[in-house]
């Protein structure tokens, strides 16, 4: 999602309000570093399904906790 985009994506927030590195998610999720090191720092333009699903799962979290919409950034 580019910067000016009315929803903010919050993946790093929630991994440092766990106290989780990018080490520890990919023990937990499997997924790659390099995955987790994109998604973590550049907010995707896309989020799969499956992904949000695992993120949340692992996270113990809602996808609300990871997405947020704020009205007037467009």
């Given amino acids: 999602m580019p910067p000016d985009m009315p ?3 919050r993946l ?3 991994m440092a309000d ?7 998610l990919h023990e937990l999720t499997g997924l790659h ?7 973590r720092n550049n907010p ?8 949000l699903e695992l993120l949340c799962k692992v996270l113990d ?3 609300g906790d990871l ?3 704020i009205p007037g950034t467009e």
């Fill in 44 to 51: 995707p333009r896309r989020v799969d399904v499956e992904t």
């Fill in 7 to 9: 929803i903010k994506w």
């Fill in 12 to 14: 790093a927030a929630v």
């Fill in 18 to 24: 766990r106290e989780i590195d990018n080490q520890k």
């Fill in 33 to 39: 570093l390099g995955t987790i090191s994109k998604l």
């Fill in 61 to 63: 979290c809602q996808p």
């Fill in 67 to 69: 997405l947020r919409y």
